[in-house]
């Protein structure tokens, strides 16, 4: 099993919808989780950072769940430049960061 | 916010010479860096972590011989890739951390390597 899984999609959502993205982990120690976005070709950059209370961020959720080792990325409306690939990173407890496969997103008009 | 740069941005060489890639903090001390490979559709693979001043700790099935890693100073970390093949073809990234960010790696804009 696959340390940090997410569904590669492509989610394909229109503009002003909310979507959510999920993405599991297997390690149960690790503490830290974060969410990046990485836009095609180039370099990836931090979306925010998960904690156990969850957090927000303008149109952005971001909830854990260590009952069941998952962690979540909610958008509210979905803007057009919003289209890119999600990426959950896990940094474990002997703090060795994980990237997960990444979701994408298209927003279409 | 912190600045991670990349030299080069895009290189495309022989098959079996070697190409270094530089990574360099622009306005932060980085005590540790990491380089990643991403083929494409694929996400980041940590290749190695390397220290300031110590050997680079490789991934597994990361051949330590063939991607030469040295972190001589606080702001400069090189990645060189020895008798580079076309399967080394992919697009490299270094990240940055500092004490002061502990949990968040900076990444800089990459190097997209082509062997031909």
């Known amino acids: 099993r696959k340390e940090v899984e997410q569904d590669p999609g492509p989610f394909n959502v229109p503009e002003g919808a909310t979507v959510a993205f999920n993405c599991t982990y297997s390690?149960?120690?690790?503490?830290?989780f974060f969410w990046y976005r990485q836009d095609c070709r180039k370099e990836p950059k931090l979306l925010m950072s998960v904690y156990s209370s969850g957090n927000e961020d303008g149109r952005f959720t971001a909830q854990l769940n260590r009952a069941s080792q998952y962690i979540s990325l909610l958008i509210r409306d979905s803007k057009l430049s919003d289209s890119a690939t999600y990426l959950c990173?896990?940094?474990?407890?002997?703090?060795?960061?994980?990237f997960g496969p990444g979701t994408s997103l298209s927003v279409i008009p | 916010g912190a600045v991670v740069s990349q030299h080069p941005s895009w290189v495309i060489c022989k098959s079996g010479t070697s190409v270094k890639i530089e990574c360099r903090s622009l306005d932060f001390q980085a005590t540790t860096m990491f380089w990643y490979r991403q083929f494409p559709k694929q996400s980041l693979m940590l290749m190695a972590t390397?220290?300031?001043?110590?050997?680079?700790?490789?991934e597994q099935g990361v051949e330590k011989d063939k991607f030469l890693i040295n972190h001589a100073s606080l702001t400069l970390s090189t990645l060189t890739v020895t008798s580079a093949h076309p399967e080394d073809s992919s697009f490299y990234i270094c990240s940055a951390r500092d004490h002061a960010s502990y949990n968040e790696q900076f990444f800089g804009p990459g190097t997209r390597l082509t062997v031909l």
């Open positions: 390690n149960s120690a690790s503490q830290s």
């Open positions: 390397s220290n300031e001043g110590s050997k680079a700790t490789y």
């Open positions: 990173v896990e940094k474990t407890s002997y703090d060795k960061v994980i």
